[in-house]
């Protein structure tokens, strides 16, 4: 318990390494102190079929975020709003842990859990010993240290990271990260390592040749020893609207996410899950 506190007096759990003595109350660029905050607990109903089944995968949305993606459908509780929610205890997690289970979730989704993770590995240890036994998931901007990702090891049971651009140009617009496309790829290097990974890539709309080459990339590296998830449910949100990047303010067409599918199957994916495009509804993004 001591070890992992000390993650938060000079906080590098992200590639930002911001420094910071979060422990005192400092902030890092995710906006968070060192206490575990969360937006929303619930049985989520929309995940890849595997990891949804039909109970649901038990969500944990953490509050805060490395990134800061101008078209983030979860941005109230990313950036917007870094004091939404509740503050837990690793002991309380562990309890609303458990709980998701007695409701018969089919696993523990934690979804954008980087900041927090010296105190979610306490609260997975409380957890275990007190009968938590369903799998675990990481669910990730793929924006992780290397560091962080070997301390989960024996932890996680599926992987699932975005790689959301190969361009650092458009990292850097899009997500305020010029770096990501070279610290994602090696995160999920290690991811894949590790244990079972599901690759996520969101189509956006303007951007297929982007698509194109993540999914070539991803299958130059991998084959089909990863899943890859090709999405569609891209929703303009109502703060893209004045960024400067027009394309960004619908939805994709058919005739986009098409030309990314037949280009998947063209290079020879076959480990892939796709999207009905009739997903890109509101009523998806949850109410934080």
Excluded at 142 to 148: F, I, M, V, W
Excluded at 222 to 237: A, D, E, F
Aim: glycine share 6%; with cysteine.
């Amino acid at each position: 318990m001591d070890r992992r506190r000390q993650f938060y007096e000079h906080c590098n759990l992200c590639p930002r390494k911001c420094g910071v003595n979060r422990s005192r109350g400092e902030l890092g660029f995710c906006g968070q102190d060192d206490r575990i905050r969360v937006a929303l607990t619930m049985l989520h109903h929309w995940e890849e079929p595997e990891l949804s089944g039909e109970a649901g995968s038990g969500a944990v949305f953490f509050t805060g975020c490395t990134l800061r993606c101008i078209y983030c459908q979860n941005h109230a509780i990313s950036y917007a709003r870094l004091d939404k929610g509740k503050t837990y205890n690793p002991e309380e997690l562990s309890e609303a842990f458990l709980k998701l289970q007695e409701q018969g979730a089919l696993n523990i989704n934690l979804i954008t859990a980087a900041m927090h993770m010296p105190h979610v590995l306490t609260a997975l240890d409380h957890a275990r010993s007190n009968g938590l036994h369903i799998p675990i998931v990481y669910n990730s901007s793929g924006y992780e240290s290397q560091e962080l990702l070997k301390e989960l090891e024996g932890y996680i049971d599926i992987y699932l990271p975005d790689l959301k651009y190969l361009s650092t140009a458009l990292a850097a617009a899009f997500s305020g990260a010029p770096d990501y496309p070279e610290v994602a790829m090696k995160a999920i290097d290690e991811m894949v390592r590790q244990t079972t990974t599901i690759v996520r890539h969101l189509v956006l709309p303007g951007h297929v040749k982007e698509s194109k080459r993540v999914l070539s990339y991803l299958h130059d590296t991998y084959g089909n020893r990863v899943k890859v998830s090709i999405m569609s449910q891209y929703t303009p949100v109502l703060e893209v609207m004045n960024t400067g990047y027009p394309e960004l303010n619908r939805r994709i067409t058919k005739r986009e996410y098409e030309r990314v599918i037949d280009h998947a199957l063209k290079i020879g994916i076959e480990n892939a899950y796709i999207q009905d495009r009739m997903v890109a509804k509101e009523s998806f993004i949850p109410d934080f």
